[in-house]
């Protein structure tokens, strides 16, 4: 799920694949919306002969049909799920009944929430087989993902790199069209933070997002997106310096001309940021809204 709109890519059709590169296919389920832009990107990761499905998606039988159909004849070493959002893994048991699979990879979470979108955010059905910790490796004929925990987004989000060639499957960690949404009580701006500079520090090739194009460009990317949310930050502290706020009145201020539909998602963001700013001392609530801590709580000069 994403905080803002973006350039159309050019993507194939739903529920069609695309072999992006010698061990790497992608398969588009038709689920797009404001929140999953052109649909939930399905991977299938490996050979003809064994090979692994990340993020398999909704459980939508023409999604469902695609995949088996792409599978073929091929073992299915693992089912994994970069996180349990509901456009990511209900496709999970009935593709594992259908192929025999295990579901590896990522913990099981279903917390409430008041996220703004269309169904429950989080999958209630996904039951794994084995939960990957940071580090730990799924395997085939020629090919290995290795789990990169990145929590953020939600707590239970993994990434996986494919060693053999340098690609990381980024889930909604990092989008080919957007920044992501932290949405508490589960998102955790520190955390995303953290899992930002992380992946920072990686030298991987290219990412395969769930939502969006390829980006082959990756660290720039990264620092741009922890540059864009370090800005968020200062915009926040800025308002807040004027006067104590609400989120709404946040919201209408730092993003102007934002899809109608995506307002109640970026105040989440924002929700997350004052969260982060509260627990670092610098922002305090109260029954109408938040305000800087006593210490900040003078006009600030504009960012630089």
Known sequence: MAETDSTEPEMPAPETCERLEPLVRRVLAGNASPFTYTGTQTYLVGTATELAVIDPGPDDPEHIAALVAEIGDARVVAIACTHTHRDHSPAAAPLAEITGAPIIG???????????????????????????????????????????????????????????????????????????????????????????????????????????????????????MIGHRRQRERQILRHLGDAPQAIPDLVRKMYVGLDERLVGAAGQSVLAHLIDLELRDRVTRFDGGWRLSGELRQPLSPSP
């Open 106 to 224: 990522c913990a099981p979470l279903v917390i409430e929430s008041d996220m703004p979108r269309a169904d429950a955010p989080f999958d209630q059905s996904y039951a794994p087989n084995r939960v990957l910790s940071d580090g730990e490796t799924i395997a085939g004929e020629g090919w290995t993902l290795r789990a990169v925990a990145t929590p953020g987004h939600t707590s239970n989000h993994l990434c996986y790199a494919l060693e053999e060639t340098g690609a990381l499957f980024t889930g909604d960690h990092v989008m080919g069209w957007s920044t992501t949404v932290v949405a508490p009580p589960d998102g955790d701006m520190a955390a995303y933070m953290a899992s930002m500079d992380l992946l920072y520090e990686r030298e991987d090739r290219i990412y395969y997002p769930a939502h969006g194009p390829a980006v082959d460009n990756p660290r720039q990317l990264v620092r741009g």
